[in-house]
């Protein structure tokens, strides 16, 4: 009876933790997963709004909201801690709500900076109960959260005031703080273990040989003293970036904090910092307590392609043999899902190294090969021939045929030279930001990918003709030519399209992909979005061929994945098994954003961010959807 | 130049040697170890022709040296100057080392470390097709005869409409897998290469290093870049080797004893276009330069002036090596000029690769003589006849006949040479046959090879004729005498042999590996064989010349891509004896 009991205590405690979303990405661990299991396959087709939260932005800013972002996935807060589900909006407002109603309860407005080109987004703010302070005060639960114009803000988790100490007032100055928000900024949430809160940072991406440094900083949670900084690219003096944009993951058993470090500036030329660059592109694990490098793994070296490690570092149970190693997944721009001993940094499946091809840029000493695991497969085929060309009629198709003839295309980490060069993928993945979810104990990581190709060229300095771009990244379907400032080149990049302006690659355009990574196989494919609203006018029926997509998905104990991220403003639910959509809503701006989902007083709700994304062209706004079933 | 390059030498080459000591972590001496001496600095080089030195211009080579140890586990390879070490072992860890060390203790390797050090060919090996033995040879003969199948990247995992893309592209760049094939290659690649990464244990381990090893010095010379593919090249009387970069029409002429190269560029006409009259099929590579696409190489024993074949054209070229000029010579007809020979009375002999026929260029006339090999049947006739209006047509609108397991329409004569006796062996390497040719009376013979992949063959010094059968793994000997043919496995597993060549003074055959990262001699007399492991993995050779002077044999590292081999970049190779 007593074994029952605690197998008992021991399930429950297990499933009232899972049924929580008390982190950005469901856990430390980032695995988008929850134990909830209410909202199944069988009755997903039941599920309804069942509140629509508006934060107000786009009434109080309405000339900034075409530069926004909406990334956030909220959080649910204990019942210590007010039990709200708490988000953040692009400028870094603060909204606490009532999960069961969507109604507001308080907000805490920073007063950012508005001001450049870079777009305003949050992906979301960081809960911790500060056991330094005595049970009641105000900010014994605080909510953490770094700004557009590089501030780390702690306020009280239960009224949203500031936490007066921490730092000056609630606030300490990052790392770049007055520097413009172009050129160093924040977007995901920071990351609170062990009384630490650890930043990272946006860093402008192509513009400058020296980019700001990508320093990580780690600060007592309580007082807001800097502990310990990292910096990714110490001894490059010519350098800067490989900066932590991607929500990071904690592991306090093993006391290690793990990042996923970005390219070196500038991203297409690597001339000023010779070598491999070690900690850039790479997962890092730290030291919890003093900062110091536990291990490394470099997934790219020397990157020439904006190769950042763009999604959080999946801590999960790999179990294989009958042996059960604490892993890491980490999903890449290339295509790849990397699989480590998230103890030693050693790789779960054989590296081999892939001979690639040589740089042309005099000076260039590009990586003659780069690490490429074994299994599972690259989640995306980075080769595209004429031959494979696609349009929808005979005429744009032989123009895609006619431009590939014409692109330099050796396949993956071909690098650019002054020849239009094919990207594919080119920086926005492959996997991004939006990560994976990983499917309970199965090793399943379910994953949504991006497959359009883009294609590139460096363009001499001196030839002056042509106009430069302000961005750092192109918009759906256009071009960009931005300087790299230090170097002898401006970068051009931009989206491989038809006269029409349809991607040159047979659908799909995006897709989510199932990976078994203990068998290091692809268990299934769908495309992931309908292209019905991209034409020159919508189309009243879906065309599933996949669209481009930001943000990611969740995986529940239900069987079911849910995922926005399209450009058709639909918020879906795939049967985990075999990938079939059983549910979809229309809602009325895309969810460039991960959803989460929790039980509140009974009832599972499923949430997401709908307020679309600069980068998409797309309609902006400033929606939270709460979907559950109808009430019991 | 010249003396800069000497210069250069004078204060790296060794002015002294000493020996570096390898042995296992217990301090057991480990013999066969490859110990590879790298010069640090690579000397400065005048590449400012699209990444390659100018027409005339001379570099020098960074020279690498390789030794094995031997019983003792010594190597004599130290040298002063600064170099870095490599030390490899058969089950042991590499390890670099930028200052020369006194001695070296090599770690084991683990098991994982172990099965992927294995070269290609085992691995490839125990890919068996679901016993389908007919498909296993038509993938070998349409994809390894580039690079290397079965290699750790070749291994990823892929699903299967990755392994269709891969097989379409190549198709593209010019392998001929039937489209019927297509599909079931990719399945059973994508399941054969999980099952051997789930038990890599049914892998054979590879052929011990032998004690022989210790009796060679491989010394290579670094050419070219990662675009380019040094393919076949020539030992010439006058010292120098010249070998061509098949991609981008240049000829290097290197001088062995200092490491100095000067570059060649082959001319073309104003009007020819990149890729020539077959049309250009590597659009999507970064850059590219073979209007002639500069392929094999012959010397005439009259003045030495060498021949040419430039497979893109119609032509046969002659490069004056007192001049440094070169001659194009128009041809009458015949499509891809491949594999040349010379003969005693000044003939050059050369395979027409396409239009299924022998040239013989006569020089003292300035003639072409054209001989028709047999089609196999009457649609093969119909192709080959058809050529000349196939090619009339612009190369992106050519008609090409879907490739199918016999290659109908390629019967593809590769191999040739000129047997002691003056006759002319060619062989046919889709058409398993081979030709015999009498330069005196035209006739010509054709012999049914009852083997696979008859690429390239020698004339013994008995005039015996030696081939390589690719697909079968075999080296086999035809004795003309007998009408008899006698196959005699190769040393290695799944080997797959692109050429070979005779020492006619020593009797020995040297086949060329590329699967295994190796280089075969096979004593004629004894009928045993020699394997020599190449310094660089991924080392694809497609030819081998032979000092007469030493027995020195060179080849050269011709993968393609080239920059999938290791070090990235293409070299030329000699395996010279130790003196005792």
Same mark, same amino acid.
């Given at each position: 009876m007593?074994q029952?009991l605690l197998l008992?205590?021991?399930?429950c405690?297990?499933s009232?933790?899972a ?14 997963y929850?134990a909830a299991?209410?909202?199944t396959?069988?009755?997903v087709?039941?599920?309804?709004v069942a509140?629509v ?5 786009s009434e ?15 959080i649910?807060?204990?019942a210590?801690?007010g ?5 953040c909006?692009?400028?870094n407002?603060i909204?606490?709500l009532d ?8 907000s805490?407005d920073?007063?950012?900076k508005l001001?450049g080109?870079?777009p ?15 049970a ?14 590089r501030?780390l803000?702690a306020?009280?988790a239960?009224t ?8 000056d ?5 990052l790392?770049?703080?007055g520097q413009p928000?172009?050129?160093i ?6 990351l609170?273990?062990?009384g630490l809160v650890?930043?990272g940072?946006?860093?402008?991406d ?11 900083q780690?600060y007592d ?5 800097l502990?310990?900084?990292?910096d990714?690219l110490?001894?490059h003096?010519?350098?800067?970036g490989?900066?932590v ?7 306090e058993?093993l006391?290690?904090v ?5 390219a070196?500036?500038p991203?297409?030329y690597?001339?000023?910092r ?6 850039a592109?790479s997962?890092?694990?730290l030291d919890?307590a003093?900062g110091a490098v ?6 790219v ?5 904006d ?6 570092p ?7 043999h009958g042996d059960?190693v604490?892993?890491l997944?980490?999903?890449?721009k290339?295509?790849?899902v990397f699989?480590l ?10 590296i081999t ?8 840029v ?6 003659p ?5 074994i299994a ?7 080769f ?5 060309a696609?349009g929808?009629?005979?005429w744009?198709r032989?123009d895609c045929?006619r431009q590939?003839d014409?692109?330099?295309?050796l ?9 239009l ?9 492959g996997?991004n930001?939006g990560g994976?979810a990983?499917l309970?104990?199965s090793g ?8 359009a ?6 363009i001499?300095a001196d ?5 430069r771009?302000a961005?750092d990244?192109?918009?759906a379907?256009?071009?960009?030519r931005?300087?790299?400032q ?6 051009e990049?931009?989206t491989?399209v038809s006269?029409?302006?349809i991607?040159c690659s047979p659908?799909?355009w ?6 078994d990574?203990?068998?290091?196989s692809?268990?299934?494919?769908q495309?992931?979005?309908?292209i019905?609203?991209l034409?020159p006018?919508p189309l009243p ?11 990611g ?7 079911l994945?849910f ?9 879906r ?7 079939e959509v059983?549910w979809r ?6 969810a460039a954003?991960?959803p989460?989902?929790y ?9 997401v961010?709908?307020g679309?994304?600069?980068?998409f062209?797309?309609?902006q706004?400033?929606?939270?959807y ?5 009430s019991q | ?6 210069s250069v030498l004078?204060?790296?080459a ?7 000591q390898?042995?296992?972590a217990?301090g ?7 110990v590879t001496?790298?010069?640090v ?7 400012s022709?699209?990444?390659?030195a ?8 960074a020279?690498?040296v390789?030794?094995f140890t ?5 190597a004599?390879?130290i040298a002063?100057?600064?170099?870095s ?7 042991y ?6 200052e020369?060390p ?6 084991p390797?683990?098991q994982?470390?172990?099965?992927a050090?294995y070269?290609?060919?085992v ?6 097709f679901?016993g389908d033995?007919?498909l ?13 199948q079965?290699?750790p990247?070749?291994?990823n995992?892929r699903?299967?409409?990755?392994w269709?893309?891969i097989?379409e ?5 010019g392998?001929?897998?039937?489209e019927?094939d297509?599909e079931?290659?990719?399945k059973?690649?994508q399941?054969e290469?999980?099952?051997?990464r789930e038990?890599?244990e ?6 011990k290093?032998?004690a022989?090893l ?11 870049d990662g675009?380019s593919?040094?393919?076949d090249f020539?030992?010439?009387p006058?010292?120098m ?13 290197? *001088?062995?004893e200092t %490491? $100095?190269y =000067?570059?060649?560029?082959? #001319?073309h006409y104003e009007?020819? &276009? ?5 049309g250009?099929?590597f659009?999507?590579?970064p ?5 002639m ?8 024993k009259?003045?030495g ?23 194009i010579?128009?041809?009458p007809g015949g499509y891809?000029?491949?594999?040349i020979?010379?003969?005693?009375q000044d003939?050059?002999w050369?395979t027409?690769?396409l239009?299924s026929q022998v040239?013989m260029? *006569?020089r003292s006339? %300035? $003639?072409f =003589?054209?001989y028709d090999? #047999?089609?196999?049947?009457f649609r &093969?006739w ?10 009339s ?5 050519r008609?090409t006949?879907s490739?199918n397991?016999?290659?109908t329409?390629?019967?593809m004569?590769?191999?040739i ?5 003056g006759s ?5 390497l889709?058409?398993n ?7 005196d ?12 992949g008859?690429r ?17 793994g ?12 006698t196959?005699?496995?190769?040393p290695?597993?799944?080997e797959l042999?692109?050429?070979?060549n005779?020492?006619?003074d ?6 060329n590996?590329?699967?295994?990262d190796?280089?075969?001699?096979f004593?004629i007399a004894?009928?045993?064989?020699k394997?020599?492991p190449?310094?660089?993995?991924r080392?694809f050779?497609?030819d ?8 020195a044999i060179?080849t050269s590292?011709?993968?393609?891509p080239t920059?999938?081999s290791?070090?990235?970049?293409p070299t ?6 130790l003196e005792?």
């Amino acid at each position: 009876m007593r074994q029952i009991l605690l197998l008992c205590a021991s399930l429950c405690a297990a499933s009232a933790a899972a049924q929580d979303w008390q982190h950005y990405g469901g856990d430390p661990g980032g695995r988008h997963y929850s134990a909830a299991q209410q909202i199944t396959r069988e009755n997903v087709a039941q599920l309804q709004v069942a509140w629509v939260h508006r934060s107000g932005d786009s009434e109080k800013l309405p000339a900034w909201m075409e530069n926004t972002s909406a990334q956030a996935t909220p959080i649910l807060l204990p019942a210590a801690a007010g039990e709200s589900l708490v988000y953040c909006t692009p400028f870094n407002r603060i909204i606490a709500l009532d999960p069961g109603t969507g109604a507001q309860r308080w907000s805490h407005d920073p007063g950012i900076k508005l001001e450049g080109e870079r777009p305003f987004r949050c992906r979301g703010v960081t809960y911790h109960e500060e056991l330094r302070v005595d049970a009641g005060a105000p900010c014994r639960h605080r909510l953490f959260t770094n700004t557009h114009d590089r501030r780390l803000l702690a306020v009280d988790a239960l009224t949203g005031e500031a936490c007066a100490d921490f730092g000056d007032n609630g606030q300490v100055t990052l790392h770049g703080h007055g520097q413009p928000a172009d050129m160093i900024s924040n977007s995901s949430a920071p990351l609170a273990a062990s009384g630490l809160v650890i930043t990272g940072s946006t860093v402008v991406d192509f513009h400058y040989a020296r980019a700001p440094r990508g320093t990580v900083q780690a600060y007592d949670s309580l007082s807001g003293e800097l502990r310990w900084q990292f910096d990714p690219l110490e001894g490059h003096a010519g350098s800067g970036g490989a900066n932590v944009w991607a929500p990071m993951s904690v592991d306090e058993s093993l006391g290690l904090v793990y990042l996923p470090t970005s390219a070196p500036s500038p991203d297409y030329y690597g001339v000023n910092r010779p070598g491999t660059n070690r900690y850039a592109n790479s997962v890092v694990a730290l030291d919890l307590a003093s900062g110091a490098v536990r291990w490394h793994f470099q997934h790219v070296r020397h990157d020439l392609w904006d190769y950042d490690t763009p999604a959080q570092p999946i801590l999960f149970d790999w179990n294989k043999h009958g042996d059960s190693v604490p892993a890491l997944a980490q999903p890449t721009k290339q295509g790849f899902v990397f699989v480590l001993d998230r103890r030693t940094g050693e790789s779960l499946w054989e590296i081999t190294e892939q001979p690639v091809p040589p740089s042309q840029v005099p000076g260039e000493i590009a990586s003659p090969t780069q690490p490429k695991p074994i299994a599972p497969p690259q989640l995306l085929d980075s080769f595209l021939m004429p031959q494979q060309a696609w349009g929808l009629t005979p005429w744009d198709r032989g123009d895609c045929a006619r431009q590939l003839d014409e692109l330099d295309n050796l396949g993956l980490f071909t690098p650019l030279s002054e020849k239009l060069t094919l990207m594919l993928p080119g920086s926005l993945g492959g996997a991004n930001w939006g990560g994976g979810a990983i499917l309970g104990q199965s090793g399943v990581l379910i994953l949504n990918v991006n497959t359009a190709p883009f294609t590139g060229r460096l363009i001499p300095a001196d030839n002056r003709s042509g106009a430069r771009d302000a961005r750092d990244h192109p918009t759906a379907g256009q071009r960009m030519r931005v300087p790299m400032q230090g170097t002898p080149y401006d970068v051009e990049v931009g989206t491989l399209v038809s006269p029409l302006g349809i991607p040159c690659s047979p659908p799909p355009w995006g897709k989510l992909v199932a990976v078994d990574l203990v068998r290091g196989s692809i268990l299934w494919e769908q495309p992931l979005g309908s292209i019905h609203e991209l034409g020159p006018f919508p189309l009243p029926f879906h065309i599933n061929w996949g669209t481009p997509n930001l943000g990611g998905g969740i995986a529940t104990a239900g069987g079911l994945f849910f995922i926005g991220a399209t450009m058709d403003r639909q918020f879906r639910a795939f049967d985990t098994e075999s990938g079939e959509v059983l549910w979809r809503h229309t809602l009325p701006m895309d969810a460039a954003a991960t959803p989460m989902t929790y039980i509140y007083q009974g009832r599972q709700y499923v949430v997401v961010n709908a307020g679309g994304h600069a980068m998409f062209d797309r309609p902006q706004g400033d929606y939270l959807y709460a979907f559950a079933l109808d009430s019991q | 130049m010249r003396l800069l390059a000497l210069s250069v030498l004078l204060f790296t080459a060794p002015v002294f040697a000493a020996e570096i000591q390898v042995t296992d972590a217990q301090g057991k001496p480990l013999a066969q170890a490859m110990v590879t001496r790298t010069p640090v600095e690579v000397p400065a080089a005048d590449l400012s022709d699209d990444g390659y030195a100018p027409h005339g211009v001379t570099n020098v080579s960074a020279v690498t040296v390789t030794r094995f140890t031997d019983a003792e586990g010594k190597a004599d390879i130290i040298a002063e100057g600064k170099f870095s070490y490599r030390v490899r072992a058969q089950g042991y860890q590499d390890a670099w080392f930028n200052e020369a060390p006194e001695s070296v203790a090599l770690a084991p390797m683990n098991q994982t470390q172990l099965y992927a050090s294995y070269p290609s060919n085992v691995w490839l090996s125990q890919v068996d097709f679901d016993g389908d033995e007919a498909l296993k040879h038509t993938f070998q003969l349409n994809c390894a005869f580039c690079h290397q199948q079965a290699s750790p990247f070749m291994r990823n995992e892929r699903t299967i409409d990755q392994w269709v893309s891969i097989m379409e592209r190549m198709n593209t760049y010019g392998a001929r897998l039937p489209e019927d094939d297509i599909e079931p290659v990719s399945k059973i690649l994508q399941r054969e290469y999980r099952e051997l990464r789930e038990h890599p244990e049914r892998v054979p381990a590879p052929r011990k290093w032998e004690a022989h090893l210790s009796e060679v010095e491989m010394t290579e010379w670094p050419i070219g870049d990662g675009f380019s593919q040094m393919h076949d090249f020539l030992l010439h009387p006058n010292g120098m080797v010249y070998v061509g970069d098949n991609l981008f029409d240049r000829i290097y002429e290197i *001088d062995t004893e200092t %490491g $100095e190269y =000067t570059v060649y560029k082959v #001319p073309h006409y104003e009007d020819a &276009e990149l890729g020539g009259i077959l049309g250009n099929r590597f659009t999507v590579f970064p850059k590219m330069y073979n209007y002639m696409g500069v392929h094999s190489f012959a010397y005439s024993k009259k003045d030495g002036n060498i021949f040419i074949t430039p497979s893109m054209q119609q032509a046969l070229l002659e490069f004056d090596v007192e001049k440094k000029e070169f001659i194009i010579h128009d041809m009458p007809g015949g499509y891809y000029p491949h594999t040349i020979r010379t003969d005693d009375q000044d003939r050059v002999w050369f395979t027409l690769a396409l239009s299924s026929q022998v040239a013989m260029f *006569d020089r003292s006339t %300035g $003639e072409f =003589t054209l001989y028709d090999l #047999p089609a196999r049947g009457f649609r &093969e006739w119909m192709v080959l006849k058809s050529l000349p209006l196939i090619f009339s047509i612009d190369p992106e609108n050519r008609p090409t006949p879907s490739p199918n397991r016999e290659s109908t329409g390629l019967p593809m004569p590769y191999g040739i040479d000129v047997a002691p006796d003056g006759s002319v062996w060619v062989a046919r390497l889709y058409a398993n046959d081979l030709a015999h040719i009498d330069p005196d009376s035209g006739e010509i013979t054709m012999i049914d090879f009852p083997y696979e992949g008859p690429r390239r063959l020698r004339a013994d010094a008995d005039g015996n004729i030696w081939v390589v059968a690719f697909q079968n793994g075999l080296l086999v000997k035809y004795d003309p005498r007998e009408k008899a043919f006698t196959r005699y496995e190769l040393p290695v597993i799944n080997e797959l042999p692109y050429a070979l060549n005779v020492d006619r003074d020593r009797g020995v055959v040297w086949v060329n590996g590329n699967q295994s990262d190796t280089i075969l001699g096979f004593d004629i007399a004894t009928e045993s064989w020699k394997v020599y492991p190449m310094p660089r993995q991924r080392f694809f050779t497609r030819d081998i010349e032979i000092s007469e002077e030493d027995g020195a044999i060179y080849t050269s590292n011709s993968h393609f891509p080239t920059w999938q081999s290791e070090g990235a970049t293409p070299t030329l190779l000699r395996i010279t004896p130790l003196e005792e």
